[in-house]
């Protein structure tokens, strides 16, 4: 399933790393994860999001407040799934993975998660050992740099993360799907209202996804919404973090954001399901 990310070939499990035929060797970590991000193109350092934005992310997932979606995902996977035999899922740009612990559950899956922060994938490894959770492998590596097979997967998911046409087609194999989440237009509407004196609602995203249907009845859009209160400042400021507002705000934003103690917003988000040609 791994291949090498400086050679293409195979990768091969040898003890305690992963190496292919030509000798590239990538060692596994002590929490079971490996880094295949090659330092020519990135710099596995600094690159993704950092410790403290994992932190916030991580706090605020596991009070709940995104749970319904996990749910929702993990039952538009299961049906887009259908009948496939031992489904190999993708979580491409997993975070610290909430929701690749939630696709585990699809009946018989193998979930690989991957993301270029190695922070959110030492978290993914935490996780999956805590919940006693062993379909899930998770490595350090780029969404536009896949490190895996041609045609190895039945479905990849992207949550809040990079669309890629190309490599997304690479992997999936006819007739699979790429399962994108994205904000609707009024997620979290009413906390940008607190913050900005004119708040303007999420646009959509076009992704150019050449390589999979789009607008015939193979394509599903589906909007997921539900309303739910935020009920302290420390989680109103952890889920105002994980936004792309967050380093946008100016002082005055962010003063009326810490003198908010709960809110109740509107969690908007759209499934899209696109199938490869
Ligand atoms: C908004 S977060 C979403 C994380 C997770 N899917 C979730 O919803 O909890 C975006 C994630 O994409 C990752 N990311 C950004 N650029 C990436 C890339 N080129 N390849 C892989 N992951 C990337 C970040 O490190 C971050 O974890
Ligand atoms: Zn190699």
């Not at 706090?59 to 749970?67: A, I, M, Q, S, V």
């Not at 708040?199 to 997921?224: M, V």
């Not at 003063?255 to 899209?272: H, N, P, Y």
Request: proline share 4%.
């Amino acid at each position: 399933m791994y291949i090498c990310p400086v050679c293409k070939d195979k990768l091969n499990r040898v003890d305690n790393s992963w190496r292919c035929p030509k000798g590239h060797c990538f060692d596994i970590a002590r929490k079971g994860h490996v880094n295949l991000l090659t330092t020519a193109k990135h710099n596995p350092k600094t690159a993704g999001d950092n410790a403290d934005m994992v932190k916030a992310r991580t706090e605020f997932l596991d009070k709940g407040y995104y749970r319904p979606l996990a749910e929702k995902l993990r039952e538009v996977a299961a049906e887009v799934l259908g009948s496939t035999d031992k489904p190999v899922i993708i979580d491409s740009g997993c975070g610290e993975g909430f929701y690749t612990a939630e696709l585990s559950k699809v009946k018989n899956s193998q979930v690989f998660g991957i993301d270029i922060s190695k922070h959110a994938v030492a978290h993914c490894m935490t996780r999956v050992h805590l919940a006693g959770i062993t379909n899930c492998c998770f490595a350090v590596a780029s969404s536009f740099e896949l490190p895996f097979d041609d045609e190895c997967a039945d479905a990849v998911v992207s949550v809040f993360a990079p669309v890629c046409n190309d490599e997304y087609a690479r992997v999936l194999k006819r007739g699979g799907a790429l399962i994108v989440v994205s904000p609707s237009p009024r997620h979290l509407f009413e906390l940008k209202a607190a913050v900005y004196d004119e708040p303007y609602e999420n646009k959509p995203n076009s992704y150019g996804l050449t390589a999979f249907y789009e607008s015939d009845d193979k394509h599903r859009d589906i909007r997921f919404e539900y309303k739910t209160v935020i009920s302290s400042q420390q989680d109103i400021y952890s889920l105002f973090m994980m936004t792309p507002y967050f380093y946008k705000t100016s002082e005055e934003g962010m003063a009326r954001l810490k003198a908010l103690d709960s809110i109740e917003v509107t969690c908007g988000f759209e499934i899209q399901v696109f199938i490869k040609k």
